[in-house]
């Protein structure tokens, strides 16, 4: 089996896990709100990551050199992850997916500022495309902007600056680090935010499942694009990730009854062409 192949395979697992963490997420949202969700999502989270450091013997990677970057970090991502959660539960799910594709766009905008990387002439253009496919997907007025929509567009900004520290993390921490702190500190700022008004839902027998396929589905679909991305160029593995939104627009429109709007995908063919222009680009500076 060739290696685009095998990273196609590992994007079709990718692609499932995302799908599945959107339709569980909705599914549990009537019951717990987001910062219950996260906070049994990480709980979940921290079996899985305790039980492969075990297996694999990687207990000793975990360090605390770098503690406050790993705040900082899963901050960002705890921000941008309730964020999405109720986007996912408040608005078409096709519509998240298209908002959050944006996240290399706002990772191209913001490393300046953060990392001190230089912004290019092709990543103003990048930036611009990406920015009339956000116009065209949220079609921003006051008859259809929602508190769900501004969530679906922000968080994506958040993931962007949780990748943005995870790269600087990974230049010195193992990835059992990272996934630890990400897991233990995730559960505990949902415990406060669940938790600050003395009431906190437990999962019943029915959302309990979604809560511990939501865990699961949500580490191993970041595991999987690793894994493409590790076998073959993101020139090759992003158009496969594009795969999702149609994808969601189905399950959208099969379980919830979704409207499956064009402009959707209007709006994400701009947010496509500015990742793609960025990638290229890139791509030649990172042989």
């Known amino acids: 089996m060739n290696t685009t192949l095998q990273a196609g395979l590992w994007m079709l697992g990718a692609i499932v896990s995302f799908t599945s963490m959107a339709i569980a997420g909705r599914a549990v949202s009537f019951e717990l709100d987001t910062f219950e969700i996260m906070l049994f999502r990480s709980l979940t989270g921290i079996v899985v990551v305790v039980l492969g450091a075990w297996y694999f013997g990687t207990f000793r990677q975990i360090k605390s050199d770098r503690i406050g970057l790993h705040f900082l970090r899963n901050l960002f991502h705890f921000t941008g992850q309730n964020l999405w959660f109720f986007a996912i539960a408040s608005i078409p799910l096709a519509q998240v997916f298209a908002l959050e594709f944006t996240t290399p766009i706002w990772v191209l905008l913001l490393s300046p500022l953060v ?24 079609r921003p007025d006051t008859a259809t902007l929602s508190p769900g929509l501004v969530a679906g567009a922000t968080c994506a900004i958040f993931f962007a600056l949780t990748a943005i520290f995870t790269r600087k993390l990974t230049i010195t921490q ?12 995730q559960a505990i700022f949902g415990l406060i935010c669940a938790g600050y ?62 409207q499956i ?11 496509f062409a500015a990742n793609y222009l960025n990638i290229m680009y890139s791509a030649p500076n990172t042989k």
């Open 115 to 138: 990392l001190r990387e230089r912004m290019t002439l092709v990543g103003i253009m990048s930036a611009s495309l990406g920015f009339i496919g956000v116009l065209i997907v949220t």
């Open 261 to 271: 709007q064009l402009s959707i995908f209007a709006g994400a063919v701009f947010i």
């Open 174 to 185: 193992p990835i059992t680090s990272i996934m630890f702190y990400l897991t233990t500190m």
């Open 197 to 258: 008004d003395g009431d906190i839902t437990v999962p019943s027998v029915q959302t309990a499942p979604m809560i511990i396929l939501i865990g699961f589905a949500g580490l191993f679909a970041h595991f999987c694009l690793t894994r493409a991305l590790s076998l073959a160029p993101a020139s090759i593995v992003m158009p496969m990730d594009f795969v999702r939104l149609p994808t969601i627009a189905i399950v959208g429109m099969i379980v919830f009854h979704e």
